[in-house]
């Protein structure tokens, strides 16, 4: 079975950073496009940061200048680096991914493959 296991969350203080790391088991991710989504409570998914599998990116406008996503393919992960973290930041944050060559045509959520169970952000003083 395909599956991504995300980690690295957790509370800190607004400004502070944490780097989310999302595994993949039963596949090798380098053929695979992964996004980042996160959901506050109350509100529905978005999305947040994106890899191709080539290493083309995406961010989310509320993301940009602070979050970094990246890949390691041979440590079959990618990872999603986030400075300067605010209150809003704050919620479910989920990997997702998707097979094939997508370039920088972001996959929309209901495209992806396979998604992990998340893992909590809290920002919060």
């Known amino acids: 079975q395909l599956h991504v296991v995300e980690s690295g969350g957790g509370l800190v203080q607004p400004g502070g950073s944490l780097r989310l790391s999302c595994a993949a088991s039963g596949f090798t991710l380098d053929h695979y496009n992964v996004g980042w989504f996160r959901q506050a409570r109350g509100k529905e998914r978005e999305g947040v940061s994106y890899i191709s599998g080539s290493g083309e990116t995406w961010y989310a406008d509320s993301a940009k200048g602070r979050f970094t996503i990246s890949r390691d393919d041979a440590a079959n992960s990618v990872y999603l680096q986030m400075n300067s973290l605010k209150p809003e930041d704050t919620g479910a944050y989920y990997c997702?991914?998707?097979?094939?060559?997508?370039?920088?045509?972001?996959?929309?959520?209901?495209?992806?493959?396979?998604w992990g169970q998340g893992t909590q952000v809290t920002v919060s003083s």
């Open positions: 997702a991914a998707v097979r094939g060559i997508w370039g920088l045509m972001v996959p929309l959520e209901h495209e992806y493959d396979v």
